[in-house]
């Protein structure tokens, strides 16, 4: 499995036979600015969508039609972008389970809001989520952005992550002290991957806090369009 930070929330994991792209918001990301845009989408098989904020779907429609593949999130968007956009989807919703090849992706839930902009301000635009992505006998948990909740008990009782994917930069979403308290609370990972950081001066800038607060496990600061393994 190789994992690519695309910065912010953006990632690329090429696990089994696919490339998926995760709230992959390229164009006036500050952190992915000077980057390749091409090797960070090229071979792309699916992309998902936790919500409709710009900073994730920012990019979703534009790689969907130039690469030619799905778009899988919460059933409205999808079926709003379809018929509006042109473009090919995969709706779901929370608890339910898809299948993307070989790969299984189950859409769980979040603590946020969900809108894409309109003509006049803000439109609905479905429930905000997270995934739960199992592939060569691992499963990731990418939290999308959220707050610390009681449903992650379930998560672990249902799917048993040992990656994790977590939000920590605070203000928008749960800090670095409130994901480490959700991760020892409610999980057992080896590996915690912290994002939706450093983008903007409002965020965490780093991620001391979440290390010091995780002894024993692995937490991977990662960097924009460096690759590495697990």
Request: glycine fraction near 12%; charge should be negative; proline fraction near 4%.
């Amino acid at each position: 499995m190789k994992i690519t930070w695309l910065g912010h929330s953006g990632f690329r994991i090429e696990i089994g036979a696919q490339v998926l792209l995760i709230d992959p918001w390229l164009t006036g990301n500050p952190m992915f600015e000077g980057h390749n845009r091409v090797a960070a989408i090229d071979g792309a098989t699916y992309i998902l969508l936790s919500h409709g904020h710009g900073d994730h779907s920012g990019d979703a429609v534009s790689i969907a039609t130039e690469n030619g593949i799905p778009v899988v999130g919460i059933y409205d968007l999808m079926s709003h972008w379809g018929e509006k956009r042109g473009i090919e989807t995969v709706g779901f919703n929370k608890g339910g389970t898809v299948k993307l090849g070989d790969v299984e992706v189950t859409m769980v839930n979040a603590i946020h809001s969900s809108s894409i902009s309109g003509a006049d301000g803000p439109v609905y635009a479905g429930s905000e989520a997270g995934f739960m992505i199992a592939g060569e006998g691992r499963v990731i948990y990418f939290s999308g952005d959220t707050d610390v909740m009681a449903d992650m008990a379930l998560f672990h009782d249902l799917h048993a992550p040992d990656i994790g994917i977590l939000c920590i930069g605070g203000h928008f979403t749960m800090d670095q002290r409130r994901a480490a308290y959700a991760a020892r609370k409610f999980f057992d990972f080896k590996t915690v991957i912290p994002c939706h950081y450093r983008t903007f001066p409002l965020l965490a800038q780093d991620a001391e806090v979440l290390k010091a607060d995780l002894p024993g496990v692995v937490v991977h600061e990662p960097e924009v369009m460096v690759s590495f393994e697990l």
